[in-house]
C-alpha cells in the first residue's frame, strides 16, 4: 500500500516506514496488505520470479530421462519429483502475486530473456547418473539455501519455502538413493556417477551466486531479512555438508584444493570459475537457448488451455451472478449427448484455440 493509497487520513509515509522497520527488527512478518518500500517490494518480486522461473525451467534437464528412465518405479519417481517442481513454481508464481505482480506477465519476461532463472539449468543431461546427481548436489544446494528462506521476513514468500523445503528434502534423498545403487553396480556405472559428479559440482557450487564481494543485491536483502545468510557462507555448508556424502558414496568432488581446515572447522575449497557463472547468466550457457525456447513453445502451446480455462471461469461467473445467457453456438445438454465423446472433446479443444 503506498501512502497515497491509505488515503488523507491514514498515516504519513515516514510513520509507515517506522512500523516496517520496527517489524523487521522484531522479526516479525511483512504480509502483503502491510505498507512496504517499494525497494523491498521490488527486491522481492525479482528474487521470487527469478526463483519461480528456475522451478519451471528445472524441470527440464530431468524431465528428458522421463521416458528413458531404465525402471518403472524410477519413472514414477522422477515423474512425481518433476511434477513436484511444477507445484513449486505455481506456490511462487502465487506468492509473486501478492506483491502485486502479474504472472503472465513474468511468464512473458522469462521467454523474451528479460528476467534470470538459475544458472544450474543450462546444462546437459547426457546419462541417467545426471538425474541422481541433481539430486544430490541441485536439491542438496536449494535445501542450504531455501531452508534459511522459511524464515524469511515476507510472510508469503516464507509460507511458501517451507512446503518447498520438505520436497525438496524427499527430492535429495532420492537422487542420493540412486546414486548408491548405482555404485553397487558395474565399473561403467560408477564411472558414469563419478562423470556426473564432475560435470556438476563447480556449477552447483555457482547456485549459491557470486561471491558476498561481488554481490550487489545482498546487503539489502539482508538489511530487510530476505535473505538470512550471504551467498559464501551458503556455499561453505553446502561444501561442509556434502563432502562426507562423497565419501560414503565413494566418489571425489573435482577440487584439489579441497581438505578439512581444522582451524577453521570448516573445509577450504577452490575458486569455483566466476567468469563462467557470469557468461551463463548472460545466456552462454550450453542450453540457454534450448531451455528457453522449450519453455516458449510449452507456453504457445497451451494457449488453449488458458483460453479455455478463463472461458469456464467466466461461465461459472456469469452463473453464480444468475445472469446466465445461452452463446450462440452453446449446444444444449440433449444435442451434447448425440454427440460422440471424442468430438465432443476435439470440438472443446478446437472451440477454444480460436
Ligand atoms: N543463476 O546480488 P546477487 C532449485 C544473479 S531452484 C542465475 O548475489 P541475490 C531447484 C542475481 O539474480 C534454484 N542468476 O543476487 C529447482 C542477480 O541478478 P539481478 C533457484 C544468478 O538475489 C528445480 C545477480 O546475479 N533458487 O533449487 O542477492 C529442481 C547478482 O547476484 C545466480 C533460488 O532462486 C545464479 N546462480 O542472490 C531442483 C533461491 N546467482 O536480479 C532444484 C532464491 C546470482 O540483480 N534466490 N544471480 O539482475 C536466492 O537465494 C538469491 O536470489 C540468489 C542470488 C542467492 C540466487
Redesign the pocket.
Known sequence: MTDAQAGPAGPAEPELHRHFDATIARDQRIEPRDWMPDGYRNTLI??IA??AH??II??QP?GEWITRAPSLRRKAILFAKVQD?AG?GLYLYSAAETLGADRADLTERLIAGRQ??????NYPTPTFADVGV?GWF??G??IC??VP?CRSSYGPYARAMVRICKE?SF?QRQGYELLMTMMRGTDAQREMVQDAVNRWWWPSL?????PDDN????AA?MAWKI?RHS?DE?RQRFVDMTVPQAEKLGVTLPDPELRWNEERGRHDFGTPDWDE?MR??KGGGPCNAQRVERRRSAHEDGAWVRQAAAAHAAKQQARAAGRQTPGPGRQTPAAEQQTPAAERSTDAHEGAAV
Open positions: 525479482r528474487q527469478q526463483h528456475s522451478e528445472g524441470m530431468e517442481e513449486h534470470k532463472y538459475s544458472s544450474i539449468f541433481i541441485v536439491d544446494a536449494a539455501n531455501q528462506l525438496e527430492h555457482m547456485m549459491f551466486g557470486p554481490s550487489p543485491n545482498s536483502s535473505k551467498n551458503l557463472l551463463v547468466i
